[in-house]
């Protein structure tokens, strides 16, 4: 069994899929039943391989499905459960699965989690939840891209959408589960940790913390042509986060585009900030430049700059949050030595290939250079590195009935290092 090719075995299974998955769009409703109870999914199986041309490249085939019970609304209230699984069928080497952030790295191994449990009430406007959720904010958010089952939070927060346009909520997050975003907690990120453990920081600051939590507000106006939002996070006795961000967007006969603007603050705070372990004070400004084409042609240009300040490798994506204008999508930003004074240029285009008759396909290609310090960013020789250079290449499909496949393929060009290869094909059946 060990021997089985598994791309092979990979286009088994979404072939599986997608068969079942159109005959279930036969019958939209067979996944509903009683008095608006329903069961929803997503039966996810896929083929990673990192190569770092070392010891430490990773490969490996894995199915991560998840599958939730959502009640009605009585009252006001409703709920849901997400139980998710993560296997590899025993085909994998626990050699080559240390950076594939499926498993536990340390301990690669299938398991089970309880990933969502919540209660929520509605009413006019006013919304509370409290329990575990995949919440999706800018800097706290489920990153559900990556083969792994998604982040989920022990949370409680409150949404107001009272007044048009506009959107207010405060919240509390206290424990966070996801092999890909909080790997460095002990546990691996295949159970809940607190958000000081599942930080990036360093060890000594986590013991410091205490098992703290985080705490946000939040801020959104939209009214279609312009969005401005502001975000405040505090991750207690580690380092407050402010996020803006403005977007203006339009379109002129068959062209639409969105111009934005945003920054973001990194600052320490508590603990953190009255011992010696770790320093954070840095800024990240960005801009960018979208737009698509009634033809099916889209295109994206970014820019980002990081402030001359220490901290980047301790909090960038840490907690699943990926806002960022200019990044790339598998290898990004810890194979460089660090991202302090750098900036970030993007150039990306794509196309929507059911203009010409393939729907649901499209296919997109994108181009990250990173003008790095070298006074800041050394190769593993202690050499200074002026840049790392990203080349990727994405298909995506997606069907009517629940059926979707990722396939995508990335090359790192870093300076005094080896190049790394990224290769993920990913698909399966939402329902």
């Known amino acids: 069994m060990k021997k089985i090719n598994k791309l092979s075995l990979v286009a088994s299974v979404l072939i599986g899929l997608s068969s079942s998955a159109v005959m279930a769009a036969e019958d939209a409703k067979w996944n509903e039943f009683g008095d608006g109870w329903s069961v929803t999914g997503d039966i996810r199986a896929g083929y990673v391989k990192y190569d ?88 706290i958010s489920n990153d559900d891209y990556y083969l792994a089952i998604p982040d989920s939070f022990e949370v409680a927060y409150y ?30 990120g295949t159970n809940f940790s607190s958000m000081s453990e599942a930080s990036f920081v360093s060890r000594a600051d986590k013991r410091a913390a205490d098992d703290a939590g985080a705490g946000y507000l939040g801020f959104v106006f939209d009214n279609g042509t312009h969005k401005a939002q502001a975000w405040g996070y505090r991750f207690i006795d580690l380092y407050d986060v402010f996020f803006s961000q403005y977007d203006y967007t339009n379109k002129v006969g068959g062209f639409s585009y969105d111009a934005g603007l945003q920054f973001i603050n990194f600052a320490e705070t508590g603990k953190l900030e009255s011992n010696n372990f770790t320093t954070i004070n840095y800024n990240i400004t960005s801009a960018k430049f979208a737009g698509a084409f009634d033809n099916g042609l889209d295109f994206n240009l970014a820019a980002m700059k990081f402030s001359d300040g220490q901290g980047t490798g301790s909090t960038v994506a840490a907690f699943g949050g990926y806002p960022f204008f200019a990044m790339g999508n598998i290898v990004h930003w810890f194979n460089a030595g660090s991202f302090q004074n750098a900036a970030n240029y993007q150039v990306s285009a794509g196309y929507d290939l059911s203009k010409v008759g393939a729907e649901g396909l499209g296919v997109n290609l ?66």
């Open 52 to 139: 770092y041309n070392n010891p430490n490249d990773s490969k490996g085939f894995y199915t991560t499905p998840r599958v939730s019970i959502n009640t009605p609304v009585a009252s006001g209230f409703s709920a849901k459960v997400t139980g998710g699984f993560a296997t590899d069928f025993g085909l994998n080497d626990e050699n080559e699965q240390n950076k594939n952030f499926v498993f536990d790295a340390s301990d690669p191994k299938s398991f089970a989690i309880l990933q969502e449990a919540y209660l929520r009430y509605s009413n006019k406007g006013n919304e509370v939840t409290i329990g575990r959720e995949e919440i999706d904010t800018p800097m």
């Open 159 to 188: 949404t107001n959408t009272m007044f048009e346009d506009m959107m207010f909520t405060a919240g509390y997050v206290h424990k966070m589960a996801g092999v890909w975003d909080s790997g460095s907690a002990e546990n691996g």
């Open 366 to 431: 994108k181009y990250v250079y990173s003008d790095l310090d070298s006074d800041y960013s050394k190769a593993s020789d202690g050499q200074g590195q002026d840049y790392q250079k990203t080349y990727d290449l994405s298909l995506s499909y997606a069907h009517a009935s629940g059926t979707y496949l990722n396939m995508q393929y990335q090359y790192a060009d870093i300076e005094h290092e080896d190049g790394i290869h990224g290769f993920r094909l990913i698909g399966g059946y939402k329902f």
